[in-house]
């Protein structure tokens, strides 16, 4: 049993969408059993990964307390071990940890369930998994608060009612849309549920109710959900489509540096290393720029060059992303046949024990990000 330490206490499981609503009044309680069934998880194996590499799955402890299980699978997370991410989130959605009427933290670690095995490669079985979240757009999904506050007040302004509220978390819906069209083999069903979503996205820009933060963080929702809309658009094959809906994306004031990687990102799946390389102009001091160095060397084949760059990177201890370069410093090693390198103890490849498509994966881990 992999034991969490004090840094990890699971508290950020509580934290996936800061706007979703807390666990429901027992008048609007939504009962998510149908989420809690082991039908609904493939069976992992690690079997077809080298067994140097290979990790064993963490087993639950089911008389533990829920917050040290879900610090436990925080510090899996902290350490890019996703596939045992994926297992373990599964164990404790079994559980008898987990309440079904526990809908934040339900859907909390359904999303890490299905992020990890997207980002362990297996997104084939993440797509499968979705579908047990069924039509999210159904009215199941949805609460009218207004009914809640009926008893309390009778004289209640209509003006001032709220329209009825989602349940789910902001990033497992945005994540659902692109698995579910995965798992039902339509394409275009990504790009439709994409719109549909930014629709409602824009209605709670409009909210008069809404505070100032909450329509800059709509805002920046509606941005990344453009961002998303490209990414469908090439998974589709239709990489014109594509360049030119990147071309007219419009941010919400600033770029971020983020942001820009982003995009740098998208253009290098697109093929276009050029323009992935001007995203940044002349501020290419910043960290993320720093990024889009060796992962350019690596789009274009020039692995040795990008192990350099990598290693530069690597000894920066001011960055916080070592996980993400050690993996991608592992890749290149691969690639130009330096195995033994993997294992070199002064790399931190602690964070490799988890899948080896994990490896490749990271490559565009940024850009799917929630």
Known sequence: MLAADDTFSGASFYELDPLAPDDLPETLEKDLSFLLHHGNFHTLSHLDIPPPLRSEFVILNPGEPLSTSLGTLEKLLAEGRFLIAAHFSASILTSSLISPTDIKIIFSLFYTRLACLDLSGNTVLAAQESKALEDLSSAFYYIDLNLESAAADNDKDPEHEQDPRHIVPWPLRVLAVRLQSIGFGDSRRSIGGLYEIGLEARREIMRSEATEAERELWKQRLADLGVRSVNALIEMGDFDAARRSLDSLRMPG???????????????????????????????ETKEAALLKPLISMSDGRFADA??????????????????????????LLYIGQLDEVFDPHIPYTYLKGHLNVLTDCLFLVSSAP
């Open 254 to 284: 600033p770029e971020s540096n983020i942001t820009k990687l982003r995009k740098a990102l998208l253009l290098l799946r697109i093929g276009d290393l050029d323009a992935a390389s001007q995203v940044f102009g002349d501020a290419n």
């Open 307 to 332: 192990v350099a760059e990598w290693r530069i990177l690597g000894e920066d201890k001011t960055r916080t992303d070592g996980a993400l370069v050690a993996q991608n410093l592992a890749v290149c």
